[in-house]
Nanobody
Framework: QVQLVESGGGLVQPGGSLTLSCVVSGFTSDYYAIAWFRQAPGKEREGVSCLSTTDGATYYTESVKGRFTISRDNANSPVYLRMNSLKAEDTAVYYC???????????????????WGQGTQVTVSS
């Protein structure tokens, strides 16, 4: 059974930092991708970042480039999303996702991903 578990969310002031973690278990593919999405109240789920384990390529939505970093230490470690210079508009529930196929050109489409975590709340407020 594939499971994804996110952690690391919380309340942070504008300009602050948080690091989210996503632990994937039960996924038997050696080469896959993991993505982070977020969903704010009343808004659609948005692709934030993606990491391909095949070639290490990373992808970011424009609004987080230069502020967020997706990474993984090794094949057995969680996938991290380091978020710096946080803004109020980053407030959302953050989800990690993975799946059997990966199409880089559409990584930001939620329909591409087969498995999702339960989400972790990130609130940026003074």
């Amino acid at each position: 059974q594939v499971q994804l578990v996110e952690s690391g969310g919380g309340l942070v002031q504008p300009g602050g930092s948080l690091t989210l973690s996503c632990v994937v278990s039960g996924f038997t593919s050696d080469y896959y991708a993991i993505a982070w999405f977020r969903q704010a109240p009343g808004k659609e789920r948005e692709g934030v970042s993606c990491l391909s384990t095949t070639d290490g390529a990373t992808y970011y939505t424009e609004s987080v480039k230069g502020r967020f970093t997706i990474s993984r230490d090794n094949a057995n470690s969680p996938v991290y999303l380091r978020m710096n210079s946080l803004k109020a508009e980053d407030t959302a529930v953050y989800y990690c996702a993975t799946g059997w196929g990966f199409w880089a050109s559409t990584w930001f489409a939620s329909t591409q991903w087969d498995y999702w975590g339960q989400g972790t709340q990130v609130t940026v407020s003074s």
